[in-house]
Every structure is written in structure tokens, then in C-alpha cells.
């Protein structure tokens, strides 16, 4: 490899493992162990990759013993191939984790299906009439939650499943269990419904919106729930009190939501910059006092956002392929990937060493960074 060639070289061709699918990829989901990560497209299949690196980026980091640079070599092998599916409905599947390296997908013929980490369908856990267009499983308590469309389903015992009691005319496909997996979200077309499922379940409260709920995300102490809005910004509730406000103003729908637990901070896809607010002001009543200003403005819409999970960093897609990591609550950020197709799904691994990616042109990729470049 020539000098210059060397110097064209970006972040991601250096430290990134990618593959490409025959479509779009809607979806991306880290198995419970961190051992696996799997990627769904808009054709139904899913593709499940290895996180384990044949080669990490700290076998190819060399320092110059007379000037103390660092630098690091290419990539010499292709990744390990991908592990595909065959597909289960004509759109995206829903998926979650499942078990230790598994994961739940739900299929067009309302089975909710153990996918193992080789890729094999292990057992069928749930079967309704009609098609899954949701779904979620809460390792704490071992409860599964599937959505038809129209109707919400309750699993905690293989076989057993109740329907809820009450359920909105037209759910929006949105489902999410707290982090104690005592509660259920469930979006609606105009809003959102939360469930204590401990025993019979029960209804604590429905909220509405201004517009449907395309994303749901609650706070890792489950204080605080943020819902991205099809229109209209995003949906905060705080569950202690039960107060609620839209955050408006967005030129692009806000497709995704995250928390930052080191930061206490939320952040929103849908702007033309990482939009972000430090929850020790909530952006509640048209409160501005907590928006922190992290990265830089720009002239494309960021897509998608991620938090790491133990550092003050949260990356950003865009619709132009560009993916950054940024400083929270400063300008600076790292340019990983200039251009490209447009990001679709972007999630850190549990120990934040890994941000895996989707794109529009179906390339999916993990991105493994050296231990030392975030201190």
C-alpha cells in the first residue's frame, strides 16, 4: 500500500469490520453477553456477527521508538463472514436479546422464535394469529411481550401467553419493559400506555401524544421515559410525578432516542446536530437551561444517536453516512466515517468498545476501537 493511499485512509476503513446485505438494514440489536451482534433488513432476513476480532486494533498500533508517533497498520484478512438467515415476513423483523448470546425475532406468521448465536431457529416461545410487528424481553424477569398491531401479549412461561387486558385500537409497534422489567410501555397511534405486569396485569396510565411514537426508551434507573415522535419532536415523562411534555421544534422526525447514565443526559436524533439535555434541568414546560451543545452544527440531519455506556461520549449517524463521536456537552468530536450510504441503526456494545452499524445500502459494520483512544 502506497503513501498516499495510507493518508486517504478514514477511522472506519482502519478500525471497522463491514460486511454487505442484499438490503436496507432496519435494526440492530448486542446479544445479553456482549458476544454477538445481530443486524435485520427490510427483506426480513437477519445477519449475526461475531464481536470477537481475529484482528484488534491493538495488534496493529505500532509507536516509532524515535519520535513516540503512533500509528496503525490495515487490516490484512477479510472478516469472518457473516451468519444469515433465511426471512421471517416481507418487512423487518422485530428483534431484542435473548438469553445470554441468543435473540427473539418475531416472524409474519406470529411466532415469536429463539434465533442462537449460529444463526439456527431453537425453539418457537410464542404463536398468535397475524403477523409480529413488535417485541421485547426483559432478562429480569424473564417476561416476554409481543404486539400484532392491535393488541399487546404477555409471556412467562413458554406456552403461556395472555393477551392484555385493555389495549389502544391501533398500537404503533412500540414496545419497551423498564429496566426492572416491572413495567411495560406500549406506544399507541396518538400516544403511549405504561403497564405494571407483575401479576395480573394492570394499567397505571395512558399519555398522549401529538403524534405516534416510533421509539421508546427508558432511563437505566427507569425515572424517566423519552418516546421519538413520527412528527412533532420527541415525548418526555418523568414516572415519579407523571408529568409529561413534547419537545418540538424538529426539522426531521426523531427516530431514535438514548440515555447517557455517565452524563445523566438524553439525547435526540432528527436535527441538524447531536440534540442534548442534561436531566438535571429536563426540558420540561419549554425549559432551554439544560440543553447541552455537543458537536458541531451542520447541513445534513443527524439520523441516529447512541450513548456509550460508561463514558461522557455519544455517537451520531447521518443521513450522508457520516458517523461521529462526540464530547458531551463539548464542540469536539471524532470523525469516524466522512461519507457513505446513510446510517439506519447505531448501537454501542455493553462495554463500549464496539459501535456497530447499519446503513441504507445494507453495509453493516463494527466498529472496535483501541482501549487507549477514549481515556
Not at 440534540?275 to 429536563?282: F, H, L, N, R, V
Not at 461520549?313 to 450522508?320: I, K, P, S
Request: charge should be negative; aromatic fraction near 6%.
Amino acid at each position: 500500500m502506497n503513501q498516499q493511499t495510507m493518508q486517504n485512509l478514514t477511522l472506519f476503513d482502519l478500525l471497522a469490520r463491514s460486511w454487505r446485505r442484499p438490503s436496507a438494514i432496519a435494526d440492530l440489536c448486542f446479544s445479553a453477553d456482549g458476544s454477538t451482534v445481530a443486524f435485520t433488513s427490510v427483506d426480513g432476513t437477519v445477519a449475526i456477527a461475531a464481536l470477537a476480532d481475529q484482528e484488534p486494533p491493538e495488534s496493529r498500533i505500532r509507536v516509532s521508538g524515535d519520535l513516540g508517533q503512533t500509528t496503525i497498520r490495515p487490516r490484512e484478512k477479510p472478516p469472518v463472514p457473516l451468519i444469515a438467515s433465511a426471512a421471517f415476513g416481507d418487512g423487518d423483523a422485530p428483534l431484542a436479546a435473548y438469553l445470554h448470546s441468543g435473540f427473539l425475532i418475531g416472524t409474519a406468521a406470529g411466532e415469536a422464535v429463539h434465533l442462537t448465536a449460529d444463526g439456527d431457529v431453537a425453539e418457537t416461545l410464542i404463536k398468535i394469529e397475524g403477523p409480529l410487528v413488535a417485541i421485547d424481553h426483559s432478562a429480569r424477569t424473564t417476561v416476554m411481550a409481543v404486539s400484532d398491531g392491535h393488541d399487546v401479549f404477555l409471556s412467562r412461561n413458554r406456552g403461556d401467553v395472555a393477551r392484555l387486558g385493555h389495549a389502544a385500537t391501533s398500537l404503533t409497534g412500540a414496545l419497551a419493559f423498564s429496566p426492572d422489567g416491572r413495567r411495560l410501555a406500549c406506544g399507541s397511534s396518538n400516544g403511549l400506555s405504561i403497564w405494571a405486569i407483575e401479576g395480573p396485569a394492570n394499567l397505571i396510565r395512558d399519555f398522549s401524544f401529538p403524534a405516534r411514537p416510533t421509539s421508546i426508551r427508558w432511563s437505566g434507573d427507569g425515572t424517566w421515559l423519552a418516546c421519538g415522535l413520527e412528527a412533532g419532536g420527541f415525548a418526555l415523562i418523568g414516572l415519579a410525578d407523571g408529568l409529561t411534555d413534547t419537545v418540538a421544534g424538529f426539522p426531521s422526525p426523531v427516530r431514535t432516542v438514548c440515555w447517557s447514565p455517565p452524563a445523566n443526559a438524553l439525547f435526540a436524533s432528527g436535527a441538524f446536530r447531536i440534540a442534548g439535555w442534561s436531566m438535571t434541568a429536563p426540558p420540561l414546560d419549554g425549559g432551554t437551561a439544560g440543553a447541552l451543545e455537543t458537536g458541531r452544527a451542520g447541513l445534513v440531519l443527524v439520523e441516529t444517536v447512541a450513548a456509550h455506556p460508561q463514558k461522557k461520549l455519544v455517537a451520531a449517524g447521518y443521513a450522508n453516512g457520516r458517523i461521529t463521536v462526540a464530547q458531551i456537552g463539548g464542540r469536539d468530536e471524532l470523525l469516524v466515517r466522512p461519507l457513505g450510504s446513510g446510517i439506519t441503526a447505531l448501537a454501542w456494545s455493553g462495554d463500549g468498545r464496539h459501535l456497530a452499524a447499519g446503513m441504507v445500502d445494507g453495509t453493516v459494520a463494527i466498529i472496535t476501537f483501541p482501549a487507549q483512544m477514549f481515556k
